[in-house]
């Protein structure tokens, strides 16, 4: 069993070359479990969601087996993401807020051989990652995004680096954020320096940072040594949930065979999968992945800058 922790969100997406009919299931923990569920895993989720998408959420996880843990909520949570250009970057405006996470009990997780966290918008606390951490002692990953964000009075979402947040990080086997959030977390242009920027997040604790840079790839830092992950090249549809779908198929490949190179190119491999289209109902196929990545472990000294 792997758990994923977040609230799911229901989206209104447009993209420079399509848009969605209305609002569509997405969500970090929600992507990851997915393409878990679809790559033959056990999975559970764990978030709160309303009444108003309670029935079509249950309807999609259900058809693929996911294990659901739900919270009630006044409203589901929901962005409007318009994508302004090629490489991913969006305005980010708050359609819905579910309600925080707060209440675990250790047996809603214990049973995991892994946790991913990755909240949508500060429905975590710090206090909650603690207590998880005090009662798993397994491998657990976090996507920082939405330990980063908040929301101003007219619902547009801004990101800030909150008082306590390397503490948090620190918990973990695994940070991944992206270069917006790695430029929140320590100042620096991840297009610049992503090895100072993961060697500083790595100070906070965690066994290993992973900075994922979009169409430059990603790199790796376990303390020793920095690995530079290629993409692979394909025509980008929708870079929602590329990081998401990162955070699956690198803990997907790593809890398999613990190495790094594997991990990371199996990691963009599925991410790469996402992109090519919008929506929950992406094909996630393990040989298209396996077959993208030995293409990607077969490149030569390859750097992101």
């Given at each position: 069993m792997i758990t994923a922790i977040g609230n799911p969100v229901y989206d209104y997406i447009k993209t420079k070359t399509s848009e969605t009919d209305g609002r569509i299931l997405s969500g970090c923990s929600t992507n990851a479990a997915l393409v878990l569920a679809k790559l033959g895993e056990k999975v559970?989720?764990?978030?709160?969601?309303?009444?108003?998408?309670?029935n079509s959420f249950f309807e999609k996880l259900n058809s693929l087996g996911v294990e659901t843990t739900l919270f009630d909520s006044?409203?589901?949570?929901?962005?409007s993401l318009i994508y302004y250009d090629d490489f991913g970057n969006r305005t980010l405006d708050l359609l819905g807020r579910a309600s925080i996470i707060n209440t675990l009990n250790p047996s809603d997780y214990s049973d995991s051989k892994a946790i991913l966290i990755g909240p949508i918008l500060g429905e975590i606390s710090f206090e909650t990652i603690k207590t998880i951490r005090h009662n798993f002692d397994g491998f657990m990953f976090c996507d920082p995004q939405g330990l980063l964000r908040n929301a101003d009075k007219n619902g547009r979402i801004y990101h800030e680096k909150f008082v306590g947040i390397e503490k948090a990080l620190s918990l973990f086997d695994v940070v991944k954020p992206n270069e917006l959030e790695t430029k929140?977390?320590?100042?620096?242009?991840?297009?610049?320096?992503p090895y100072q920027a993961a060697k500083i997040i790595k100070s906070w604790g965690p066994k290993i940072v992973i900075i994922t840079?979009?169409?430059?790839?990603?790199?790796?830092?376990d303390g020793n040594n920095y690995l530079d992950i290629p993409p692979y090249k394909t025509d980008m549809v929708d870079a929602t949930g590329a990081g998401d779908t990162y955070m699956a198929g690198f803990t997907y490949e790593y809890l398999k065979t613990g190495n790094l190179k594997k991990s990371g190119c199996f990691a963009s491999s599925?991410?790469?999968?996402?992109i090519e289209h919008t929506g929950p109902d992406f094909p996630m196929n393990e040989n298209e992945v396996r077959r993208r990545q030995e293409t990607l472990l077969g490149i030569n000294g390859f750097k992101v800058l």
């Amino acid at each position: 069993m792997i758990t994923a922790i977040g609230n799911p969100v229901y989206d209104y997406i447009k993209t420079k070359t399509s848009e969605t009919d209305g609002r569509i299931l997405s969500g970090c923990s929600t992507n990851a479990a997915l393409v878990l569920a679809k790559l033959g895993e056990k999975v559970r989720l764990i978030g709160a969601i309303g009444d108003d998408f309670k029935n079509s959420f249950f309807e999609k996880l259900n058809s693929l087996g996911v294990e659901t843990t739900l919270f009630d909520s006044a409203e589901t949570g929901g962005f409007s993401l318009i994508y302004y250009d090629d490489f991913g970057n969006r305005t980010l405006d708050l359609l819905g807020r579910a309600s925080i996470i707060n209440t675990l009990n250790p047996s809603d997780y214990s049973d995991s051989k892994a946790i991913l966290i990755g909240p949508i918008l500060g429905e975590i606390s710090f206090e909650t990652i603690k207590t998880i951490r005090h009662n798993f002692d397994g491998f657990m990953f976090c996507d920082p995004q939405g330990l980063l964000r908040n929301a101003d009075k007219n619902g547009r979402i801004y990101h800030e680096k909150f008082v306590g947040i390397e503490k948090a990080l620190s918990l973990f086997d695994v940070v991944k954020p992206n270069e917006l959030e790695t430029k929140i977390l320590t100042g620096i242009d991840a297009r610049l320096d992503p090895y100072q920027a993961a060697k500083i997040i790595k100070s906070w604790g965690p066994k290993i940072v992973i900075i994922t840079l979009a169409e430059l790839g990603s790199v790796i830092y376990d303390g020793n040594n920095y690995l530079d992950i290629p993409p692979y090249k394909t025509d980008m549809v929708d870079a929602t949930g590329a990081g998401d779908t990162y955070m699956a198929g690198f803990t997907y490949e790593y809890l398999k065979t613990g190495n790094l190179k594997k991990s990371g190119c199996f990691a963009s491999s599925v991410s790469s999968i996402m992109i090519e289209h919008t929506g929950p109902d992406f094909p996630m196929n393990e040989n298209e992945v396996r077959r993208r990545q030995e293409t990607l472990l077969g490149i030569n000294g390859f750097k992101v800058l």
